[in-house]
Structure formats: structure tokens, C-alpha cells
């Protein structure tokens, strides 16, 4: 168990719908990370929050956004969803110091039919 | 940018070494890590290397670090079953940020 939690663990929608994926990170962690995995795919980075401002924006479309709270859980908001945004999404936490690695949660599987 | 390459696929008998290699273009990481995915489950911290050390060993993983090469490596001694899995190296990179490579799918023949 890495500590990290992400709910919920699998969600299926209609296209043109809205969704939101949450995340609870590791005790004492600053630095929320969230990650959208497709099929066959590497990790694509989307967006990094630090102690509630955000740090680091990657590939992240312009359909999603997220937030992350004063007590540092996060959200991912996934909006006017389209097929291909059917993937695994995941929340990694790390402390934001000297040292960067990561932990992961489970994932969001996230089905857009 | 930072640009992180892996093989995408090594496959293995049961018993044998494995070895996933990953190059990198940027020599400033502090940190360089080995993430383990197995099927439907989210990414595992398996072991990470600091840039001043050119091995670690970790019972059956091995690290090994050529950083003038900027090559980076994960051997797996005595290959199981279980070790069937997507492996991602990553850089920690400026800002606090990981870098990754696309990730090596390990299958392990019988």
C-alpha cells in the first residue's frame, strides 16, 4: 500500500459528460502529481500541484483541469468527455523535497462510452 | 528537453537475468528511479540510484549507473514469473519534476 488513495477505482460515462477523480495523498506529502495512462501507453504527465498552488503543467488539455486543497487532497476534472479519454489516470504524491520519487495510487479506469 | 528512452518489450526465460536499459540526454538528475507496473495496478518505487554512485544492489535488482554514457540500468537476477511487469525508469529532473521513459513490458518465457 503506497499510501496514496484514488477514488473512485472505476467509472463509466457518456461522451459529452463530467467527471471528477479525487485524491488523497500520502501523509506529509506536498506535491500531488496526476498521470493519464492509455492502452499500449506510457505515462503521460498532466498537471503537478504543490502545497496547493500548481507547479508543473504537461499534456493536460484544456477540458481538464484540477485543484488541490488546502488540506492537499486533489481533483482531477475531466469535462465534454470524448472516447479517446478513456484511460487509466493516476495520482502520485511525492514530499516536495530533495528527494522526488513518487508514489502512486491505484488508478481511476475511466470507461467513456 | 529531457528525452528518456527505453526498449518497449524484453523477453526472458524463467531463471535467466534480465536486463531493461534506459538512456537519458540530461546528466543534471540527482536521482534516478525503477518503477515496476504490473498488470492493472498503479506504478511501484522498486529501487533508485543516486548520480554520484555507479552501482546499487538490492538482493536480486542490481542498478547500475554510467552517467558518461548517461545509460542506466536494472538487471533482475534469477527472473520469476512474478517478475512479469511494465518497467519505468525516470529522472528526477529541475522543479521537482520525473521524467519518464515510455516503459520496457518484461515477458517471461516458460
Known amino acids: 500500500d503506497s499510501g496514496v488513495t484514488q477514488t473512485p477505482k472505476h467509472l463509466i460515462t457518456a461522451t459529452g459528460q463530467r467527471v471528477t477523480l479525487r485524491c488523497s495523498p500520502r501523509?506529509?506529502?506536498?506535491?500531488v502529481y496526476w498521470y493519464q495512462q492509455s492502452l499500449d501507453q506510457g505515462l503521460q504527465f498532466l498537471i503537478q500541484y504543490y502545497n496547493g498552488e500548481e507547479r508543473a503543467k504537461g499534456n493536460i488539455l484544456e477540458r481538464f483541469s484540477a485543484q488541490q486543497f488546502p488540506d492537499l487532497h486533489s481533483e482531477l476534472n475531466l469535462s465534454s468527455l470524448e472516447l479517446g479519454d478513456s484511460a487509466l489516470y493516476f495520482c502520485a504524491s511525492s514530499s516536495g523535497g530533495g528527494r522526488t520519487e513518487a508514489f502512486f495510487g491505484q488508478g481511476t479506469r475511466l470507461t467513456v462510452v | 528537453g529531457e528525452d528518456v528512452e527505453q526498449s518497449l518489450f524484453l523477453s526472458v526465460r524463467e531463471g535467466d537475468s534480465s536486463v531493461i536499459n534506459c538512456t537519458y540526454t540530461?546528466?543534471?538528475?540527482?536521482?534516478l528511479y525503477w518503477y515496476k507496473q504490473e498488470p492493472g495496478a498503479g506504478l511501484q518505487l522498486l529501487t533508485y540510484i543516486f548520480s554520484n554512485m555507479d552501482m546499487k544492489q538490492d538482493q536480486r535488482l542490481t542498478v547500475l549507473l554510467n552517467k558518461k554514457d548517461k545509460h542506466l540500468s536494472l538487471r533482475i537476477a534469477d527472473t520469476q514469473t512474478g517478475d512479469s511487469a511494465i518497467y519505468f525508469c525516470?529522472?528526477?529532473?529541475?522543479?521537482?519534476?520525473?521524467?519518464w521513459g515510455a516503459g520496457t513490458k518484461l515477458i517471461i518465457k516458460p
Open positions: 540530461d546528466s543534471s538528475s540527482t536521482y
Open positions: 501523509s506529509g506529502d506536498l506535491s
Open positions: 525516470a529522472l528526477g529532473g529541475s522543479n521537482y519534476q520525473l521524467i
